[in-house]
């Protein structure tokens, strides 16, 4: 069976070609496309992590434990409407 599709495969695929970055008109990488925030992990750095290299075992935990919460729907009992909506429009702990 190996022996009968290996020249299919072969055939269908030209030599590699060498792939670039694609680039806007001024020069920057072109990061467009579609993202998704459907993880805790942000694009950039939050500012309050500036400078540092690590985080401990410890702030990786408050990080996923605080994330959690804000994901989960049953916190939002426990919030004024302006903690709400405050929580909502800010972004969360993440762990970058």
Do not use: C, K, Y
């Not at 004024?80 to 800010?90: I, L, R």
């Amino acid at each position: 069976m190996v022996l009968v599709l290996a020249p299919l495969a072969a055939a269908g695929h030209p030599a590699a070609e060498q792939w670039t970055v694609p680039r806007t008109p001024d020069g920057q990488s072109d990061l467009q496309g579609v993202w998704s925030f459907a993880t805790i992990t942000p694009l950039e750095r939050p500012s309050r992590h500036a400078g540092r290299h690590l985080l401990t075992a410890e702030a990786v935990a408050q990080e996923n434990q605080t994330a959690a919460t804000r994901a989960s729907s049953d916190r939002r009992g426990a919030l004024s409407p302006d903690q709400d909506v405050a929580t909502a429009n800010t972004p969360g702990p993440r762990v970058g």
